[in-house]
């Protein structure tokens, strides 16, 4: 009988083809099998290395129903190896499925490293790297977007998200409105010709984005933690007092208190406490 399969992760150039690893490229060669996320941009990497392994189609409209015969298929011997469009397969991937089918299964399954959009956006920003916060895609509806990003607001770390080339300007003008005064970086086309790292306060990189006709390439978005500042008693009084005006001038309960958070430079849970809380309490 045939020993197991498995199945073989490959992380691929994020851009320039010669990123990849030559432990991917032997891989690639011993695969019975590619899974690719995109044939057409795989079969470029593969002509450019002479690598003539069977590509199949694997991507978020097929990955549902492949995934049970590829798992089958690696039980009965076969190696598959697993690529995306670019970087690692199971990030921000359909390929995740797949990988979590595999182990469910008990199949064995091997990841190869490789260049990875997200460190080398990171390092190019300039911005704080003890700690960063990958986000995947941010929410196309504002309402979404707003939310996630005042539930981020306190978080110190780096905040890392991909975005589309024509949903940047949006996306930025929004972290500008919740993340007022970070410092920031837009990273687009990275390892590529026209490699770009736009860097600056979160307002001058969202001006700067939207006064361009055209942006084109993939986009990495991030935005540095809060700054480090020497917290003060806070003053409920003071708190309710502003939340209280800013009603009173027109805002919702909730408006009045996101404001005032980013206002007074408190976090909203507190803020929101306080406006809730009944005055004769301390």
Do not use: W
């Not at 079969?43 to 995934?67: N, P």
């Not at 939310?147 to 929004?174: I, W």
């Not at 687009?188 to 860097?199: A, F, G, I, Q």
């Amino acid at each position: 009988m045939r020993e197991p399969g498995k199945l073989v992760v490959c992380a691929t150039p994020i851009g320039n083809l010669g990123d990849v690893t030559l432990r991917v490229l032997d891989a690639l060669r011993q695969a019975d099998t590619v899974a690719a996320e995109d044939t057409r941009v795989t079969r470029k990497l593969l002509a450019r290395y002479e690598i003539d392994t069977r590509l199949e189609r694997c991507d978020e409209h097929t990955v549902a129903r492949q995934t049970p015969a590829l798992v089958e298929r690696i039980l009965g011997g076969e190696i598959i190896a697993l690529v995306s469009d670019a970087g690692t397969p199971g990030i921000s991937d359909p390929g995740a499925r797949l990988v979590d089918a595999c182990i469910d299964a008990g199949v064995m399954v091997e990841v190869l490293p490789g260049a990875s959009a997200i460190l080398a956006a990171l390092v190019a920003s300039g911005l704080p790297t003890h700690a960063f916060y990958f986000g995947g895609f941010l929410p196309r509806k504002a309402g979404e977007r707003q939310r996630l990003l005042e539930n981020l607001s306190t978080l110190d770390a780096t905040l890392v998200f991909y975005e589309s080339p024509h949903r940047s300007a949006a996306s930025l003008a929004a972290i500008a409105q919740v993340l007022p005064g970070r410092r920031a970086a837009l990273a687009r086309e990275l390892t590529k010709l026209h490699e770009e790292v736009v860097r600056g306060l979160i307002d001058d990189v969202a001006a700067d984005i939207a006064a361009r006709d055209v942006l084109k390439g993939e986009v990495v978005l991030l935005v540095g933690p809060p700054p480090v500042r020497v917290r003060q008693e806070t003053d409920p009084a003071r708190v309710r007092e502003y939340v209280d005006a800013l009603v009173a001038a027109g805002a919702t309960k909730s408006e009045a208190v996101r404001r005032a958070a980013a206002d007074l430079e408190l976090p909203k849970s507190e803020v929101y406490d306080i406006a809730h809380r009944r005055p004769d309490r301390p």
